[in-house]
């Protein structure tokens, strides 16, 4: 397979626009489940809040930020939490409150261009290349879109503002919360270079420490490789890693993607291989998973476990039910049966996950494009 070369800094437009140079912004909503939360009961307002269960087996689905300080962090479990946070206050998921805010941030975005990505409640792309105002400038519509927000919900968003996904995804972290980021043509690979290595999506722990045994802390450490030392030691993961070094991503913003699937999945800073520990993790993942079937209003028939080993090689075993997954019950018992029929494993394994799939209405849906494929969220 042929890689394309770096975006060049004196690229002529035609062909900056032949390398899919366009006008991108990404709204990221700040800490949105807390915030709504805190919007609408004032005595939590600047107090560390938790939306999530307290039991035993509750999880963090959302940290505000007073609870981040303490290292409170969405999927972790609520006893963790506590122990971080003594003073952390649990609230309950309210996910009617966090859809309607969403639909008028939806709103927001469609005021200025028809071209959007959501990728959840609170996260979208826009493709403000041609905007339905005129304005031109997309630093300008992400200024107004912020604002616009804030004067609609009392909800602060942060943006990233660049010329491709990746990009603009990196530059909406970057000054969280309440801020934006802008990353201009030709700035792409000198701005990806001075990143720690962990800030590329799909670099967990366990990939950043075996990065840092191979001399790669940073973006510029990384572009320093070449495809087939990448392919070498990181397989199929090595192609998004040598574009997004340089700061190429062609994906389109996909305005009319119909989700085929929602799920989670988490990498362990110890491998985990007893029956105990693996049942343990998986109620977790449960958990954080059927919250989010639940804020996507999502139903499904397909339960998949995903297990991947210590040496990377991953498998997935599926069960589809003839009615659709309609309570937590019913997708934890799936999910808890796919995970016996496996049990003893061959060995420990680095990585879980859970999906629910085969969604009400994702027949319809076309086949995604070869680069669409290529996650970096």
């Known amino acids: 397979m042929a890689f394309p070369p770096p975006l060049p800094d004196d690229a002529d437009p035609q062909t900056q626009d032949q390398l899919g140079l366009r006008k991108i912004i990404h709204v990221d909503m700040d800490a949105f489940f807390a915030s709504v939360e805190q919007r609408d009961d004032p005595s939590l307002k600047g107090k560390p809040v938790a ?5 035993g087996r ?14 409170v962090r969405s999927a972790m479990p609520s006893v963790t939490a506590s122990r971080l946070c003594p003073d952390l206050i649990f609230v309950r998921p309210r996910f009617d409150a966090y859809k309607e805010a969403s639909r008028q941030i939806r709103r927001v975005f469609e005021h200025y261009t028809p071209i959007i990505e959501p990728l959840s409640l609170d996260e979208a792309y826009l493709d403000v290349t041609e905007d339905k105002l005129g304005i031109g400038s997309a630093t300008r519509i992400a200024t107004l879109i912020r604002q616009e927000i804030r004067a609609k919900t009392r909800l ?12 603009a995804k990196i530059a909406s972290d970057q000054n969280k919360p309440d801020g ?16 720690p290595i962990r800030r590329f999506h799909g670099v967990g722990p366990k990939a950043e420490a075996r990065m840092q045994k191979l001399g790669i802390a940073t973006g510029a ?8 030392f990448l392919r070498q030691h990181f397989g199929s993961m090595a ?3 040598f574009r997004a070094a340089r700061g190429i991503d062609l994906r389109p913003v996909a305005a009319h993607r119909i989700r085929k699937s929602v799920g989670g ?16 993790t998986l109620e977790t993942i449960i958990g954080i998973v059927w919250e989010r079937i639940e804020a996507a209003g999502a139903r499904g028939r397909t339960v998949t476990l995903k297990l991947k080993f210590t040496d990377f090689q991953i498998i997935t075993r599926a069960a589809s039910q003839p009615d659709y997954v309609s309570d937590k019950d019913t997708f934890g018992t799936i999910a808890r049966a796919l995970l016996e029929a496996e049990l003893p494993l061959r060995g420990p394994i680095r990585l879980m996950g859970l999906q629910l ?10 086949p995604p494009r070869d680069d669409a494929q290529l996650s970096l969220l």
């Open 58 to 71: 509750g999880v963090v689905a959302a940290a505000s930020y007073e609870a981040r300080v303490f290292g």
């Open 239 to 241: 192609d998004y890693l």
């Open 221 to 228: 450490d990384l572009a320093g490789k070449d495809i087939a």
């Open 357 to 366: 799939g085969n969604l009400e209405g994702a027949a319809q849906e076309k």
């Open 265 to 280: 999945e988490r990498t362990f800073s110890q491998d985990i291989g007893s029956g105990a520990a693996l049942r343990d």
């Open 156 to 167: 602060t968003a942060s943006a990233g503002v660049s010329y491709n996904k990746f990009l």
């Open 51 to 55: 939306v999530g269960g307290s039991g």
């Open 180 to 195: 934006m980021c802008i990353i201009r043509p030709g700035e792409g690979a000198a701005f990806v270079a001075g990143l």
